[in-house]
C-alpha cells in the first residue's frame, strides 16, 4: 500500500497562522505517484528526484504525466545565500515556502562532495555548546524540505553524480526527533529510481535520543550513525547537554551496544573538546572505556568558537595529548576532525541564523 500523501499543517514561531503544506513531489515515491494515476510513476520519480534534469521548475514528463503533476508542489527550497570560505566550503541559506530560513553546508574534496543538511528550524535539546541551540526550537522540515535541500545544493555546486555525494545529517536540529521526516526523504533519496544515494553514504547524527536510535536501527535503507557523547560522566554530560538528564550515559551505552550494525560498520562517536573542561586524561580513558563494547571510531572535535557560547578550544598539545590517552588506554579508530567552514560561521556547531 502506498504512503500517506504528506499534506501537513507545521508551525512556526515566526508567524500566528499556521503554515499549510500542499503535496510536494520531493516528497514521494513511485507508488504514491501510481496512485495518483501517474501513467508511468518510475519515470516521472526519476525526473522529479534528478535536479540535472529540471527543465525551468518544469520537469520532462508525458503529457499525461504533466498533467498529473499539476497537483503537486514542484517548489523546492530557495537558495537565497551563498557564502564561500577560504577552504572551499560554503554556507546555503535557504528559505521555505512558509517564510522559515535553514542552513547546509557544501564541502567538496577530492572529487566528493559531503553536504552536510538540517532537519529542524532551529533545535529543541539545549546543548550548550551550539550555536543553533540559541534559537530554541521553530519546527520540524518537512520531508521535501529535507529533500529539497539536497536537490537545489546539487543543482547548484554539484556533485553531478550522486555516487559522489555522502550527506550527512548534522546541520540545524536533532534529527532523531523529526525521525518520520528523517526516514521519509532517506527512502526518496536512495530509490533506485531517482538518486540512488547509498544508505552507507548517509550519517544521521544525535545527541542521544534513546528510543529513536532503536527506531532508526529498524528502518530500510538504514543510515550510519553518529552518537555526540561530549561529556564522560552524566554530571559532566548533563551540564552540557540536557538530554543526559532523561538518557544517561548507561542507557545511551545499551542503545549503543543493541544498534544493528553491519560487518565492518562502526558508529561515529563525536566529542567535542571544550577547554577545561572535558579535555583533561582523565576524560580520555573514560571514553575510550565508555565506547569498549559496541563497534566505533571516536572523531574528536576541537570546539569551533561563536558568538553565542564562551567555551574556547583547547590547545593543539591539549588535543594531541586526549588522542594519545585514549589510544592509551584502548586501541580504536581515531580521528581529530579539523572542520572546513569556519571563516564562515560554517563550522560544526555554528550554524546560526543572523
Known amino acids: 500500500m502506498a504512503a500517506a500523501l504528506p499534506v501537513l499543517t507545521v508551525s512556526s514561531t515566526s508567524r500566528r497562522a499556521a503554515f499549510q503544506a500542499p503535496p510536494s ?28 534534469l529540471w527543465q525551468a521548475g518544469a520537469p520532462a514528463l508525458g503529457r499525461s504525466d504533466r498533467a498529473q503533476s499539476q497537483q503537486l508542489s514542484l517548489t523546492p ?47 529543541a535539546m539545549g546543548c550548550t555548546f551550539c550555536a543553533t541551540a540559541s534559537m530554541g526550537f521553530g519546527r520540524h522540515l518537512l ?23 555522502t550527506l550527512v545529517f548534522m546541520g540545524m536540529g536533532e534529527p ?17 529510481a531517482g538518486l540512488g544515494l547509498s544508505a552507507r553514504r548517509i550519517t544521521v547524527s544525535t545527541s542521544g535520543l534513546v528510543p529513536e536510535i532503536a527506531e532508526l536501527g529498524r528502518l530500510e535503507p538504514r543510515p550510519l550513525l ?26 545511551l551505552r545499551t542503545a549503543l551496544e543493541r544498534f544493528p550494525v553491519r560487518p565492518r560498520e562502526r558508529i561515529t562517536v563525536e566529542y567535542v573538546l571544550l577547554a577545561g573542561i572535558n579535555d583533561s586524561p582523565e576524560d580520555a580513558r573514560r571514553l575510550a572505556n565508555y565506547c569498549a563494547s559496541f563497534p566505533h571510531q ?12 564562551e567555551f574556547r578550544a583547547p ?10 590517552a ?14 572546513r567552514g569556519r571563516d564562515v560561521g560554517a563550522a560544526c556547531g555554528q550554524l546560526v541564523l543572523g
Open 143 to 165: 520531508a521535501q524540505e529535507i529533500v529539497g535541500q539536497v536537490l537545489v545544493a546539487m543543482h547548484e555546486l554539484g556533485p553531478r553524480h550522486p555516487g559522489d555525494l
Open 326 to 339: 585514549v589510544l592509551a588506554e584502548r586501541r580504536t579508530v581515531l580521528t581529530v576532525r579539523r572542520s
Open 226 to 251: 553518529a552518537i555526540s557523547v561530549n561529556g564522560t560522566t552524566d554530571e559532566q554530560r548533563a551540564a552540557l547537554m540536557p538530554v543526559n538528564r532523561r538518557y544517561p550515559l548507561s542507557e
Open 77 to 123: 527550497p530557495r537558495l537565497v545565500a551563498k557564502n564561500s570560505g577560504a577552504d572551499g566550503s560554503t554556507k546555503l541559506l535557504f528559505e521555505l515556502a512558509s517564510g522559515d530560513r535553514v542552513e547546509a553546508v557544501h564541502m567538496p574534496r577530492a572529487g566528493r562532495v559531503t553536504l552536510c543538511i538540517s532537519s529542524q528550524v532551529g533545535c
Open 176 to 192: 532523531l526527533h523529526n525521525l518520520e521526516h528523517v526516514a521519509r526523504a532517506i527512502q526518496v533519496l536512495c530509490h533506485p
Open 315 to 324: 590547545s593543539e598539545a591539549v588535543v594531541d595529548e586526549f588522542a594519545r
Open 25 to 52: 513531489a520531493y516528497a514521494l515515491l513511485p507508488a504514491d505517484l501510481d496512485a495518483l494515476g501517474f501513467q508511468n510513476p518510475q519515470h516521472a520519480f526519476g525526473q522529479l528526484q534528478r535536479p540535472w
Open 298 to 309: 571516536i572523531n574528536l572535535i576541537p570546539f569551533n568558537e561563536h558568538r553565542v557560547a
